[in-house]
């Protein structure tokens, strides 16, 4: 269990992310200043990445999980889906992911060397960057905040809960969300989708992303994308 200082500091930093600009404190600034020396991707790029994570998302609901998804939890999603995303999609990525060209592929994202870098970079806690990130890690190093409506959500957009002991992360697919529960049985592969009105309706308050639920920390935009 979290202790309550811990929760206190990491909700103030969430706060801070989601705060105006002209009321953002140093820690804040620390943390916008790390995403903005990534490399961005184009709006095209953009469009092309987003329809390309929701497609991963999709076949690993679809099929079940890649023997190549190899931390099965919540972040450990997204930073496939986001890795996979980045990746060239010629025909051995497409056969090695289980994605047919029956049906029609989102468009290449033509990459820079500079852009294809941000593949398996994640800036950590501790401000180094690596193959891993936690998600309170995520989205305080590797996002920007959008909203706590989801009406300002876009394809690909994380939507953050902070639990105290524990943090959880749903992908906004639009009319769905996906999520990974964390946990993994012979019977259960852990992977979900829930309906929006559905996931806001749900019976455990904590986690229906509305603005009055004070684990809902909101909607979150990878920093790298335009």
């Known amino acids: 269990m979290a202790?309550?200082?811990?929760l206190?500091?990491?909700r103030r930093c969430l706060r801070l992310?989601?705060?105006p600009l002209a009321a953002a404190a140093a820690p804040a600034f620390a943390l916008k200043r790390a995403v903005d020396t990534q490399a961005r991707l184009t709006q095209a790029q953009t469009r092309a990445f987003q329809a390309w994570m929701l497609r991963i998302v999709s076949a690993q609901v679809e099929?079940?999980?890649s023997p190549r998804w190899q931390h099965r939890d919540c972040a450990g999603l997204v930073r496939f889906a986001v890795n996979e995303a980045l990746a060239v999609h010629d025909a051995r990525w497409l056969r090695a992911n289980g994605i047919g060209t029956d049906r029609r592929l989102p468009p290449e994202l033509n990459l820079t060397p500079a852009q294809a870098a941000l593949r398996n970079r994640?800036?950590?806690?501790d401000g180094k960057v690596g193959h891993f990130v936690t998600a309170i890690a995520l989205v305080?190093?590797?996002s920007r905040f959008v909203s706590r409506e989801l009406s300002m959500a876009s394809p690909g957009d994380l939507?953050?809960?902070?639990?105290g002991d524990e943090q959880h992360l749903m992908v906004w697919m639009g009319a769905r969300i996906a999520y990974h529960t964390g946990t993994v049985t012979p019977m259960d592969n852990g992977l979900r989708t829930v309906d929006v009105q559905q996931l806001t309706m749900w019976k455990?308050?904590?986690w229906q992303p509305t603005v009055d639920n004070p684990n809902f920390a909101g909607v979150f935009r990878l920093s790298f994308l335009s």
């Open 204 to 206: 455990d308050t904590r």
């Open 3 to 6: 202790s309550r200082q811990s």
């Open 122 to 125: 994640w800036v950590q806690s």
């Open 159 to 163: 939507l953050f809960f902070d639990q």
């Open 140 to 142: 305080q190093n590797n």
């Open 63 to 65: 099929r079940g999980p």
């Open 17 to 19: 992310l989601a705060a």
């Open 8 to 10: 206190t500091v990491r």
